[in-house]
């Protein structure tokens, strides 16, 4: 039986146009894929010094 691991909330309202954060694609680029091998996309964002990825 499969379980899963406590459930969270990550939120950084930093990362909203309306902070002046992620405001360019070409400087934030962001990109969907599967990164843990699910098989549903992922968001994956780039920051200034960290990758941040969204689990679908």
Do not use: E, H, K
């Amino acid at each position: 039986m499969s379980t899963f691991g406590s459930v969270f909330v990550a939120q950084n309202n930093s990362f909203t146009v309306l902070d002046g954060a992620w405001t360019s694609f070409n400087q934030y680029p962001r990109q969907l894929g599967d990164i843990n091998g699910d098989g549903r996309n992922d968001i994956v964002g780039f920051g200034n010094s960290d990758v941040y990825a969204a689990l679908g």
